[in-house]
């Protein structure tokens, strides 16, 4: 719930910029996170664990130093159903979410199947893999940083900029050739992070409804990943569909998805 807690710790103002460090922050962390561990799940697996260790004590001192924040008096404890259900009356929100959704099974599908693109696919070795999962995390951080320069454009036409973005890059790593797919692989995860900065920023116009948006986001999200893997499964397992033509499928549904829902993203 980190993206429900940055309205109430800075100003309105500074809410775009501070959720594009997060956004970074975020795949910064799990691309060191991976590094590691890959490299000491056999080499060192003690320095994994005590790192882990280390990480979670940190992680609880930072909770203990946040500003104490009061809650909402007014706030009723609600069940899971009670909670979508007044979810799905809000559009605007729930447009976001549902954007939101497909960028996150976008972006599982590309990551789960780095290795395969890397070593079956581009011919690379499998060292190669984490070069590639840095293009990723590289192409996030800039799509969240250039979404900070362009934050006074109208809010539908960054979204469908940045999934016009991930089309085309889509579209390049259909051509077999390593360096410009790794730069079609760039341009996808820009597109992502240029499009996820206006919509998160979106859930956190209403302090009163913040945290309820943010966790039906979180369990939307994990739904739609969770379908998307199956679906690749599917898809490029049983029916063989190429993996590079199933990414860009992806992407160009994830275009069409935030353009359906363009009406409701400018309600309010």
């Known amino acids: ?14 809410i775009v910029e501070k959720n594009a460090w997060m956004e970074t922050g975020t795949f910064i962390a799990i691309l060191v996170g991976t590094l590691l561990a890959a490299d000491w799940i056999i080499a060192a697996p003690e ?12 992680g609880c001192l930072c909770i203990i130093m946040m500003p104490s924040l009061s809650g909402r008096s007014q706030s009723v404890q609600k069940t899971l159903p009670e909670l979508i259900h007044q979810q799905r009356q809000d559009q605007r929100s729930m447009a976001a979410i549902w954007c939101l959704s497909g960028f996150w ?13 890397a ?3 581009w011919q690379l070795s499998p060292s190669s893999v984490s070069t590639l999962l840095s293009h990723f995390v590289l192409g996030i951080a800039l799509g969240a940083f250039a979404g900070v320069l362009m934050k006074h454009f109208p809010l539908v036409h960054r979204i469908l900029m940045g999934a016009v973005t991930m089309v085309i890059g889509g579209f390049m790593i259909q051509i077999n050739d390593y360096q410009i797919a790794s730069i079609g692989l760039m341009l996808t995860s820009a ?9 998160y920023t979106l859930l956190q116009d209403d302090l009163m409804a913040v945290a309820e948006r943010i ?3 979180n369990i939307a999200n994990a739904l739609m990943m969770i379908t998307a ?7 490029v397992g049983l029916l063989e569909l190429p993996l590079q033509l199933w990414l860009l499928f992806l992407s160009i549904g994830q275009f069409f998805l935030c353009f359906y829902h363009r009406g409701n993203l400018r309600l309010g």
Do not use: C, E
């Open 1 to 14: 719930l980190k993206y429900s807690l940055i309205p109430r710790l800075v100003a309105s103002s500074q």
């Open 47 to 58: 320095l994994l664990i005590a790192m882990i260790i280390v990480l979670a004590v940190i």
């Open 105 to 117: 099974g976008l972006g599982s599908v590309w990551l789960t199947h780095l290795p395969v693109l």
């Open 119 to 121: 070593v079956d696919v």
């Open 191 to 199: 597109g992502g992070g240029f499009l996820a900065l206006p919509l």
């Open 215 to 217: 966790a039906v986001n």
């Open 229 to 235: 893997a199956m679906t690749s499964l599917i898809v």
